[in-house]
């Protein structure tokens, strides 16, 4: 089977092309995009392309340049240094980021062309020297900041209420803005009718498709699902990958399983580590001195940090990072990190300079832009939200057996029905109000809240066909 052209590859070119206003040669090209492509594989991306109607072709033989169809994008307008912050170009319009003089520094050399960088491989002395609690990527000061603007509303309630609060935004927000910086389409409105109706957006390729709901179920594990097992643990990095990888592996039997075979990074001039023993040894000292950290911010950024540059999955490692980054948060009640608005350049150049140069400065840099984002957006929403109804809290549990056994069973949503499956579970003095709560979800079931009641698509199907009145 033909390997699926994928849209971050395509735009990976395009990009290049969009930077040179005379337009390029293939061997330019080629030389600009370093050993992301051979020269067989870049000329069907620009047969794609050209297909596509997304790059225009002039000239014949030697002479055939490629260029944009919608006009010159000189590099410096991709990324425009001044005085400390950095303006990135995204399908938005250009986002400003707040730059640290040494984040300048990394912005500066990964933004240079591909074969003006110095190949690097995986320097374990960055994870050997980090001591926990004495090693500190995220100063004091800054700490102190993200602690107060992401503070719990309050601080007795138990850890994850804020997130639970908050999760269907969530669940959308962190599903299209991590997609989205590996390169998926979904708008943010595509994204949601997906998760809450199962409606996939017209014209978009599967796998982005595929993206945003291993991105749901992945969210809802971490959330809601996961419990006391889920932590910085492998269990939840492996269970993780497993469901962020669902169908997108071009080897299936890697999903949820620790590299054995070197991978290429794109456009980078680094090599991830190659080989297996030492993969799964680093691994597990990334792990423990994730857990060893105490303060929930430099865990988060620690794993940010440490697990993409391992590469311990031959894909998806960022998307699990991402995730994973979310743990420490969570745990602390804290507002979550969703990556809104995030500048797709500004990530990856992040993660170059980390790459590329071992600096942590840059990713910083966005994470701190990035969190102070997600809190701008939360604490808002947090507030708004309505005290949660206390006898639904009671019997949660109660409600989801109840919905989910009329369900399965194909039994009438009546009454008498609710009234059978229910009286086990809830107390007789408030069976009358939990019976009313119960009629009026089962009326309102639908494909896009099943999830709540863990009943799968084809269980309800079923239901709706024959047993529903």
């Known amino acids: 089977m033909p390997k699926r052209v994928t849209a971050d590859e395509l735009r990976q070119v395009e990009s290049a092309i969009e930077r040179f206003s005379d337009g390029m040669s293939l061997a330019q090209l080629q030389a600009a995009l370093g050993d992301a492509f051979s020269r067989r594989t870049l000329s069907r991306r620009l047969a794609e392309l050209l297909a596509a109607k997304r790059i225009r072709r002039s000239g014949e033989g030697g002479a055939t340049r490629y260029s944009s169809v919608s006009g010159a994008k000189p590099a410096e307008s991709a990324i425009v240094v001044t005085y400390g912050a950095a303006s990135f170009d995204t399908p938005d319009g250009p986002v400003t980021i707040p730059l640290s003089p040494a984040g300048c520094q990394v912005l500066d050399y990964v933004s240079r062309a591909v074969g003006a960088r110095t190949p690097r491989g995986y320097e374990r002395r960055l994870l050997d020297e980090y001591i926990p609690n004495r090693t500190a990527y995220i100063p004091d000061k800054l700490r102190a900041h993200l602690q107060k603007i992401g503070k719990p509303i309050a601080a007795d309630r138990a850890g994850g209420t804020f997130t639970r609060d908050i999760l269907d935004r969530f669940l959308i927000d962190l599903s299209w803005a991590s997609s989205r910086l590996e390169g998926n389409t979904y708008s943010r409105l595509d994204t949601q009718r997906l998760i809450e109706f199962g409606q996939e957006a017209v014209g978009k390729d599967a796998k982005e498709t595929q993206m945003i709901l291993n991105h749901k179920a992945a969210i809802e594990l971490l959330a809601k699902d996961g419990g006391d097992d889920i932590g910085i643990n492998r269990y939840t990095l492996l269970n993780l990958h497993v469901l962020l990888s669902d169908n997108l592996m071009a080897d299936p039997a890697a999903s949820g399983q620790l590299r054995r075979r070197p991978v290429d990074i794109g456009a980078s001039v680094f090599t991830p580590l190659a080989i297996p023993q030492l993969i799964e040894e680093c691994l597990d000292l990334v792990l423990a001195k994730a857990v060893a950290v105490n303060d929930p911010f430099e865990q988060a950024f620690f794993v940010m940090v440490h697990i993409p540059y391992l590469q311990p999955f031959e894909d998806v490692n960022k998307r699990l990072s991402r995730l994973v980054a979310n743990i420490p948060l969570i745990k602390s009640n804290l507002c979550p990190l969703s990556f809104v608005d995030v500048p797709e350049?500004?990530?990856?150049?992040?993660?170059?300079?980390?790459?590329?140069?071992?600096?942590?400065?840059?990713?910083?840099?966005?994470?701190?832009?990035?969190?102070?984002?997600?809190?701008?957006?939360?604490?808002?929403i947090r507030d708004s939200i309505a005290d949660p109804d206390l006898f639904r809290m009671k019997y949660r549990n109660a409600m989801i057996d109840?919905?989910?056994?009329?369900?399965?069973?194909?039994?009438?949503?009546?009454?008498?029905?609710?009234?059978?499956?229910?009286?086990?579970?809830?107390?007789?003095?408030?069976?009358?109000?939990?019976?009313?709560?119960?009629?009026?979800?089962?009326?309102?079931?639908?494909?896009?809240?099943?999830?709540?009641?863990?009943?799968?698509?084809?269980?309800?199907?079923?239901?709706?066909?024959?047993?529903?009145?």
């Not at 993660?351 to 990035?370: H, I, K, N, P, S």
Request: hydrophobic letters at 45%; one cysteine or more.
């Open 345 to 380: 350049r500004a990530y990856i150049a992040g993660t170059l300079g980390v790459y590329e140069m071992a600096r942590v400065e840059l990713l910083r840099d966005v994470f701190q832009w990035a969190y102070e984002r997600s809190c701008q957006r939360y604490v808002v």
């Open 402 to 469: 109840v919905i989910a056994k009329i369900v399965r069973e194909r039994r009438h949503a009546t009454e008498s029905e609710i009234h059978v499956a229910a009286e086990p579970l809830v107390e007789s003095r408030d069976l009358p109000r939990f019976i009313e709560l119960a009629n009026r979800e089962l009326k309102g079931l639908r494909e896009g809240n099943i999830a709540r009641y863990r009943l799968r698509l084809a269980e309800f199907q079923a239901w709706s066909k024959l047993a529903r009145v």
